[in-house]
């Protein structure tokens, strides 16, 4: 008993002591042992987001189907660097420059091909901007409240529309303004800018016509009775005056029909779409159609498509861009070429909910549509949700409105 009793005092010493020293290494870690060297992983070649496009930094490679890529973004919740980046579009990290300091409505690009013209929503009136930011008044006269502005392809003229339905067309040349019907809606100009086609919406639905007017108002021709189809009616005059308008008709909930729409009662081929939500864009020469549809094959969010849509060829070589963004965030810089605005990210069902991407940062692509190549030419240095992108005439600037914030920025592309 007395051995086992002089061995056990032993054990508790040497059980003390390891305590003491498990302790004393502990207190040594947490408190004194320097930090190691951060251990860097390198990132994998391009990842997709659920906007459909990788986010590049500048470096560009080549994939094997011959696609333009970038090095890889940076991880998910590391801060941008505060670098505003290459001062031109190189398709990386690009500055982006503010033109004006107020919110606008329905920038566009005036007759010179260089200078914009907008409406400023704090003061009324329409301003004339330069690519260095001056700005000069369009016209002196005030405008209040305008919601929507329709510019003739001269930008000599606008239609102006209220929250209240009123609706003017407004002749900046002669500073003459003249009032047209409230139910006259969806207008759109001629490729000269002399004609209008818009849809007049009767309370009747048997009175309910798409029809066109000269631009100063006058001379209203019917082309086609509308009845209860309205919604589906889309006017927009082709580049090329063979068509003013498309409708659609519905084959089940992925596929639709689009049919055009003469001056002379043409018999058209139609256009077979796999999705809804249908906004079509014209190319310059009209001789086809840019257009987004969203469908279940693409959780309802919206796809860049193009088509043939001139004479026998409407239909032809139809082609998904695979990119998911609407055309409506696109601009045509050549007679098959664009530069689209597409979200980083889009939630399921963007495509029938829009304000789902209000706050998502949008990058700038540029789109052959004959190939589909596709190349990340800019990630703006700040988080703009982009809209209606202008490219000047000699294709050295890219102007957009931010949505958030109504403010034009611009971005120089060469």
Not at 43 to 48: D, E, G
Not at 217 to 235: I, M, R
Request: glycine letters at 8%.
């Amino acid at each position: 008993m007395g051995f086992l009793r002089q061995y056990k005092k032993i054990f508790i010493a040497i059980g003390f002591i390891l305590i003491v020293f498990i302790l004393g290494y502990l207190l040594y870690a947490l408190f004194f042992k320097p930090s190691p060297a951060p251990v860097i992983i390198e990132q994998p070649a391009a990842t997709s987001t659920q906007g459909g496009l990788p986010i590049a930094k500048p470096g560009t490679g080549q994939t094997a189907g011959g696609q333009p890529v970038g090095q890889i973004g940076l991880p998910e919740g590391t801060e941008q660097p505060l670098s505003k980046g290459s001062s031109v579009a190189l398709g990386g990290l690009t500055e982006t420059l503010e033109l004006s300091q107020a919110p606008s409505l329905a920038a566009t690009l005036s007759a010179n091909g260089d200078d914009l013209q907008y409406y400023n929503k704090q003061d009324g009136k329409f301003y004339r901007l330069t690519k260095d930011g001056q700005a000069s008044l369009l016209s002196d006269t005030v405008f209040h409240e305008v919601q929507k502005i329709t510019w003739s392809p001269d930008k000599n003229k606008a239609i102006l529309e209220y929250p209240d339905q009123a609706k003017i067309i407004y002749d900046f040349k002669n500073k003459e303004q003249i009032s047209l019907p409230k139910h006259w809606e969806d207008l759109n100009f001629s490729p000269d800018g002399s004609k209008i086609v818009l849809k007049s919406l009767a309370n009747d639905q048997d009175n309910r016509w798409l029809a066109i007017i000269n631009s100063d108002g006058t001379s209203a021709q019917k082309v086609a009775a509308l009845g209860d189809k309205n919604e589906t009616v889309y006017p927009s005059w082709s580049p090329n005056n063979q068509t003013v308008a498309m409708y659609t008709e519905g084959q089940n909930f992925d596929q639709q029909n689009v049919y055009f729409v003469g001056l002379n009662n043409e018999n058209f081929k139609a256009l077979t779409i796999d999705g809804r939500g249908f906004e079509p864009k014209w190319a310059p020469k009209g001789d086809y159609l840019l257009y987004s549809v969203y469908s279940s094959s693409s959780d309802l969010k919206p796809e860049l498509w193009v088509a043939s849509a001139q004479g026998e060829n409407i239909g032809a070589n139809r082609n998904k861009l695979d990119v998911q963004t609407w055309a409506n965030k696109c601009v045509f810089s050549a007679a098959a070429e664009i530069c689209c605005a597409v979200p980083e990210s889009l939630e399921e069902g963007a495509g029938l909910f829009p304000d789902l991407a209000k706050s998502t940062k949008d990058n700038l692509y540029k789109i052959d549509t004959q190939t589909g190549l596709k190349k990340l030419i800019a990630i703006p240095d700040n988080d703009f949700t982009m809209s209606d992108l202008i490219v000047s005439d000699n294709g050295y600037y890219l102007y957009f409105t931010d949505v958030n914030t109504g403010k034009i920025n611009k971005i120089k592309l060469k």
